[in-house]
């Protein structure tokens, strides 16, 4: 079996493939205190039943590659890839820097390269809320960055001095009447207007309509919002980015 790694901010997801089909999904915090031997337990206690033929990694965590690296090796008695721009990725990357480009956002683009029609235009609900666009002719040429759901709520609790930390949650009207009501409004609605306005900002850009891809945790919340639905839902679209990176360089 295959194991997929994405090291992000917050969370560190794995993904197990039989071939093209994900069997298994989990997801644990980005801890950066945690040692390699503590990660090669965690690994172990996961995964550690499957028969781990091969490994490939996307991280956002520099600090953390060289322990889950470690981790993986012991674990599994495998080199993993590590998702980097001098690998074989399988698209243009059409950046005026291509190595400022996340290793996520790299197995979205990619992701999406193989399952949707062009331009495609992926929103990644993680730590931040990213677009990654895929032109018609199948080029990557870049994105947007805003900040995510939850950095938005922990910012307004932890910079003002009356403002709740409140769970995210569902929006129930544009007017809120009390504090969270309001919160919810401006984070929830307003990310959803964001993402409305910046689509149709950036199919201007591409000079025709994409289908429009969501992924990541918040993805079913905000898309109750929007005046435009998304096209799919894919939770599973980094790691099937990473699947199909892996056998592309295996």
Excluded: W
């Excluded at 999904?25 to 206690?45: N, V």
């Excluded at 730590?127 to 990557?140: Q, R, Y």
């Excluded at 504090?179 to 609605?189: C, E, F, N, P, Q």
């Amino acid at each position: 079996m295959l194991l997929t790694i994405d090291i992000g901010n917050t969370n560190i997801k794995l993904g197990l493939f039989d071939e093209e089909a994900i069997v298994e999904e989990y997801k644990i915090a980005s801890d950066k205190e945690l040692t390699a031997d503590e990660y090669e337990i965690l690994f172990s206690s996961l995964v550690g039943k499957f028969n781990i033929e091969g490994c490939i990694i996307s991280s956002v965590v520099d600090e953390l590659n060289e322990k889950i690296k470690i981790a993986v090796k012991n674990s599994f008695k495998v080199e993993p890839i590590f998702l980097t721009t001098k690998i074989n990725t399988g698209i243009k990357i059409k950046l005026k820097n291509p190595n400022e480009a996340g290793g996520d956002r790299i197995a979205n683009a990619v992701g999406a390269y193989v399952l949707y029609k062009h331009p495609v235009i992926v929103v990644d609900f993680g730590t931040a809320t990213s677009f990654d666009i895929v032109n018609a002719k199948g080029e990557f040429v870049g994105g947007v960055i805003a900040p995510g759901i939850r950095l938005q709520m922990n910012s307004l609790n932890k910079f003002t001095s009356k403002l709740p930390r409140i769970e995210v949650a569902e929006s129930k009207s544009a007017i809120g009447d009390n504090t969270i009501d309001a919160v919810l409004s401006g984070v929830i609605r307003g990310c959803a207007c964001m993402i409305d306005g910046l689509i149709q900002q950036c199919e201007k850009e591409l000079g025709q309509k994409a289908v429009i891809v969501a992924t990541g945790g918040y993805a079913n919340i905000i898309a109750k919002y929007l005046n435009r639905p998304f096209d799919f839902i894919n939770p599973t679209l980094t790691l099937e980015g990473l699947r199909y990176l892996y056998r592309l360089n295996s």
